[in-house]
């Protein structure tokens, strides 16, 4: 297929190795550990086991997985809030797929529904305004989640209920920044990164320059990355490239998709409809300083969190499931004591086994994973 075979050659992900090859040995002589590069994106660590790429990479190169999930870093406390909306009377709550199943302090969205929740998955927030179109005696309140890539979407939805006077219609908001999140990862002690494969998705949205700190301040090199196996393996050339000729700079794989600038029109939207919070608590991560959206006031009559009264609560995640030490990378998902156990995709204890871009689904997918080895939730203290 045109634009998709091109980007899975067999002989030119050999060609590609053929090259990284010496590049690691070389850094790896000269460093005297292995490589470490993160993928700050989940949409790149499923890619990485979808096609094996950590298998036919030298082994002294250590790929991190990154926080770069909305899904997985939702705090238990919002899910309860999503919930606490959704049982309301005459409420329809909608919301895309990967959250129905995230596991809040006591049940999902998805067993709410289950429950009696008018609760229905949308493709697309404007799915959520035509619902609130065709019932006028219904509040419909859309669930906003994720980075600057699905921001805009939600934001021109809200632009529209406003353009066409549809008061019935909300948006609960968790929308999340790529930026300070990234922030977050280089503070931490725990890690000692080499480079960064950058994400794709959110970059179409937001640039490269907003990454420019990443070479600029902590001496890393960053490759805005795509999706497909040789998109992964040339962006993490070009980071040994960098490593190699001792360059920090911000480069563009994806230039195919990705504007140096962004897109201003959707960022346009974003800027009218949203601001920063002062912090956001992130699920295994805690709080991050300007790192969610909320809406602005002017959009007050469109924002579920001024219209319903929410427990607005933290809770803490199972201490049994390590899911801050994955998002992190500190650990890997299979070393997660619950990990394919007590924690799968049927029975997840933590949401980056229930999201299709977290990296416990990813391992748990693509890996090898022992299904006989699995142990009931219940016998794990």
Partial sequence: MRFVDEFRDPQ???????RIRPLVDKKVQQLGRPLQLMEVCGGHTHAIFRYGLEQLLPEMVELVHGPGC????????RVDDCIAIAE????IFTTFGDAMRVPGSKKSLLQAKAQ???IRMVYSPLDALQLAKKNPDKEVVFFGLGFETTMPSTALTVLQAEKEGITNFS?????ITII???????DSPDLHLDGFLGPGHVSMIIGTRPYEFVAQQYKRPMVIAGFEPLDVLQSVWMILQQLDEGRCEVENQYGRIVPPDGNRQALQAVSQVFELREFFEWRGLGSIDHSGVRMRDSYRAWDAEKKFS???VKIADPKSCQCGEVLKGVIKPWE???FGRACTPETPMGALMVSSEGSCSAYFTYGKVNQDDQIPAEQVS
């Fill in 116 to 118: 009696g929740a008018d």
């Fill in 180 to 186: 300070p999140t990234i922030k977050a990862v280089l």
């Fill in 88 to 91: 309301q009377p005459n409420v």
């Fill in 12 to 18: 030119m992900a050999e060609a590609l190795l053929q």
């Fill in 171 to 175: 948006l609960f908001c968790n929308h």
């Fill in 310 to 312: 929410l427990p607005n």
């Fill in 70 to 77: 909305p899904v997985c870093v939702l705090p238990m406390g």
């Fill in 336 to 338: 997660c004591k619950v």
